[in-house]
């Protein structure tokens, strides 16, 4: 095993720069991991071997010639398999519509090739991203236990980072498919706030929660990511903690569903916290225990008529519980759905009214540990999932997760911080400072 | 007002939903559908109770402004 398939970007970017490392080799080394671990996790659904060497090839020529793109350059990046790659076949995990071969790029992903990344390949996740594995495919299992899930749905992204097969993954987000897998895979997982990172390209599942955003091994890898997906800048410092106001949100329900493990590293965090200065207090948001609710209220149906088509073309194609969620999505009423769309707004003006008093708002990202399956979306187990991360897609706030501890079965305890309305970097920096605090562990698992 | 109950809805009455959302299915297959449509609908029945101050339309359509 060799420590350069975990550098951080950006000492693998100085490494390139310096000669001592190829991208040619790097992306060898990826692929290498890919053969010799995917069989285990199931992260990859199509590996592009002949494409990303084509694209490391190119990176190291343009370097050579002193042609520099700037971070990502030469750096491979793997890209949920629900986001259009011209050349590449998007098969969405299902069977029904399934493959795709999209002839253009999506918006993201035109965006990384010119920031010079190595698409490696498109990962696995949970069919449709709608909460449930087709059972011809299967669930992507986690680096830290491969007889446990690395979450939804953006489980292959999650599982081929913290593996060392790439440097980070695009995931997608619709009621914490990034920040649940980071969390069950120990590292660091951006649900960026809605409407920075650009959609075109990508498949919906409802088109008011969905969001796309960057899973790395490091807040810092994160945030190289997300400016090369959006062109913005991200630097993501460490953001000093004295002083900083931080609230700690009490979710309604969480006694139901909290593990101790997760409770210990969360607190474990906040004194670590407040030793460094930050000032900690508890922060409530009426409405709240509402939340799943209303997400689900407004998903379903969304995702029902999105999938409209297929549904009554190929419903065979869909696993059976995608099928029934996408089915049942029709019955929802039209006064629901606008009731749903009010507890959004209200929320969203609440948080607005929170943050006057409060920097950054931190809960756990996931009530508990990777279970061995992901919960289905609806029953208690998917509530319980959803209890951290379903509000942050209604709000459309920023909300980052990273890794605070390892349970005494040797699994990983995320951390989500929330902060106000576009302020990405925000979040991006306050974990930075607490990744000084409690730094990343990397998974145990070697070919 | 509330929304249709677990105890209103049996495979028919579900049938004819689903219909008048847009989808034709078999009664069979509306009987398989039911024990998540009818979870679906304890969620819309919760809603319903909450007393919100409403004048309609989604946060998230507030993105332009804050853009701004």
Same mark, same amino acid.
């Given at each position: /095993?060799?420590?350069? !398939?975990?550098?951080?970007?950006?000492?693998?970017?100085?490494?390139?720069?310096?000669?001592?490392?190829?991208?040619?080799?790097?992306?060898?080394?990826?692929?290498?991991?890919?053969?010799?671990?995917?069989?285990?996790?199931?992260?990859?659904?199509?590996?592009?071997?002949?494409?990303?060497?084509?694209?490391?090839?190119?990176?190291?020529?343009?370097?050579?010639?002193?042609?520099?793109? &700037?971070?990502?350059?030469?750096?491979?990046?793997?890209?949920?398999?629900?986001?259009? /790659?011209? &050349?590449?076949?998007?098969?969405? %995990?299902?069977? %029904?519509?399934?493959?795709?071969?999209?002839?253009?790029?999506?918006?993201?992903?035109?965006?990384?090739?010119?920031?010079?990344?190595?698409?490696?390949?498109?990962?696995?996740?949970?069919?449709?991203?709608?909460?449930?594995?087709?059972?011809?495919?299967?669930?992507?299992?986690?680096? *830290? !236990?491969?007889?446990?899930?690395?979450?939804?749905?953006?489980?292959?992204?999650?599982?081929?980072?913290?593996?060392?097969?790439?440097?980070?993954?695009?995931?997608?987000?619709?009621? +914490?498919?990034?920040?649940?897998?980071?969390?069950?895979?120990?590292?660091?997982?951006?649900?960026?706030?809605?409407?920075?990172? @650009?959609? @075109?390209?990508?498949?919906?599942?409802? *088109?008011?929660? !969905?969001?796309?955003?960057?899973?790395?091994?490091?807040?810092?890898?994160?945030?190289?990511?997300?400016?090369? /997906?959006?062109? +913005?800048?991200?630097?993501?410092? #460490?953001?000093?903690?004295?002083?900083?106001?931080?609230?700690? /949100?009490?979710?309604?329900?969480?006694?139901?569903?909290?593990?101790?493990?997760?409770?210990?590293?969360?607190?474990?965090?906040?004194?670590?916290?407040?030793?460094?200065?930050?000032?900690?207090?508890?922060?409530?948001?009426?409405?709240?225990?509402?939340?799943?609710?209303?997400?689900?209220?407004?998903?379903?149906?969304?995702?029902?008529?999105?999938?409209?088509?297929?549904?009554?073309?190929?419903? +065979?194609?869909?696993?059976?519980?995608?099928?029934?969620?996408?089915?049942?999505?029709?019955?929802?009423?039209?006064?629901?759905?606008?009731?749903?769309?009010?507890?959004?707004?209200?929320?969203?003006?609440?948080? @607005?009214?929170?943050?006057?008093?409060? !920097? %950054?708002?931190?809960?756990?990202?996931?009530? *508990?540990?990777? =279970?061995?399956? @992901?919960?289905?979306?609806?029953?208690?187990?998917?509530?319980?999932?959803?209890?951290?991360?379903?509000?942050?897609?209604?709000?459309?706030?920023?909300?980052?997760?990273?890794?605070?501890?390892?349970?005494?079965?040797?699994? #990983?305890?995320?951390?989500?911080?929330?902060?106000? *309305?576009?302020?990405?970097?925000?979040?991006?920096?306050? &974990?930075?400072?607490?990744?000084?605090?409690?730094?990343?562990?990397?998974? =145990?698992?070697?070919? | 007002?509330?929304?249709?109950?677990?105890?209103?809805?049996?495979?028919?009455?579900?049938?004819?939903?689903?219909?008048?959302?847009?989808?034709?299915?078999?009664?069979?297959?509306?009987?398989?559908?039911?024990?998540?449509?009818?979870?679906?609908?304890?969620?819309?029945?919760?809603?319903?109770?909450?007393?919100?101050?409403?004048?309609?339309?989604?946060?998230?359509?507030?993105?332009?402004?804050?853009?701004?």
């Amino acid at each position: /095993m060799s420590e350069i !398939d975990f550098i951080s970007i950006a000492e693998l970017g100085a490494r390139y720069r310096r000669k001592s490392l190829s991208p040619v080799e790097v992306t060898e080394r990826a692929l290498a991991r890919i053969k010799a671990l995917d069989s285990k996790l199931n992260a990859f659904v199509t590996p592009l071997e002949k494409e990303s060497l084509a694209d490391a090839a190119a990176a190291e020529r343009e370097l050579s010639q002193g042609h520099d793109r &700037g971070p990502l350059h030469g750096v491979p990046v793997a890209v949920k398999d629900l986001i259009a /790659m011209a &050349g590449a076949p998007t098969t969405f %995990a299902s069977r %029904a519509g399934s493959p795709r071969h999209p002839d253009r790029d999506a918006g993201l992903v035109k965006n990384l090739r010119r920031a010079g990344a190595v698409l490696i390949g498109k990962t696995n996740l949970l069919e449709y991203a709608y909460g449930a594995v087709h059972p011809e495919i299967g669930q992507t299992n986690n680096p *830290w !236990d491969p007889k446990r899930t690395s979450g939804g749905s953006s489980g292959g992204s999650a599982a081929g980072v913290a593996s060392g097969m790439c440097f980070a993954a695009i995931g997608t987000d619709t009621g +914490g498919s990034i920040r649940i897998p980071a969390a069950y895979c120990g590292i660091a997982g951006l649900k960026p706030s809605y409407g920075l990172v @650009d959609l @075109d390209g990508v498949q919906a599942l409802s *088109w008011s929660l !969905d969001h796309a955003g960057p899973l790395a091994r490091r807040v810092a890898d994160a945030a190289r990511l997300l400016e090369g /997906m959006t062109g +913005g800048s991200f630097p993501a410092r #460490p953001h000093g903690l004295k002083g900083l106001r931080l609230g700690i /949100m009490d979710h309604p329900g969480q006694d139901r569903f909290l593990q101790p493990a997760v409770r210990y590293h969360f607190e474990r965090a906040l004194a670590k916290l407040r030793q460094a200065g930050a000032e900690i207090e508890p922060v409530s948001i009426p409405g709240l225990e509402h939340a799943a609710d209303a997400l689900l209220t407004i998903l379903e149906p969304e995702a029902s008529v999105i999938h409209q088509r297929l549904i009554a073309a190929e419903p +065979g194609g869909f696993g059976e519980m995608t099928r029934l969620q996408i089915e049942a999505g029709f019955a929802l009423p039209a006064t629901a759905y606008i009731r749903a769309q009010q507890l959004q707004r209200e929320l969203a003006h609440r948080y @607005d009214q929170l943050f006057a008093r409060v !920097d %950054a708002i931190l809960s756990p990202s996931v009530p *508990w540990v990777a =279970p061995a399956e @992901d919960p289905a979306l609806g029953d208690d187990g998917g509530e319980g999932e959803m209890l951290y991360s379903a509000v942050y897609n209604l709000t459309g706030l920023p909300a980052l997760s990273v890794f605070a501890g390892l349970s005494p079965e040797k699994l #990983p305890v995320g951390l989500q911080i929330v902060t106000p *309305w576009r302020t990405d970097d925000l979040a991006l920096s306050i &974990g930075a400072a607490l990744e000084v605090l409690i730094p990343p562990v990397r998974a =145990p698992l070697d070919p | 007002m509330s929304f249709p109950t677990p105890d209103d809805i049996d495979a028919e009455a579900l049938r004819r939903m689903l219909r008048a959302g847009g989808l034709e299915v078999t009664a069979e297959r509306a009987g398989a559908i039911l024990p998540v449509a009818l979870a679906l609908l304890k969620s819309c029945d919760r809603l319903a109770s909450l007393d919100i101050e409403g004048s309609g339309g989604s946060g998230i359509a507030q993105a332009p402004d804050k853009l701004a």
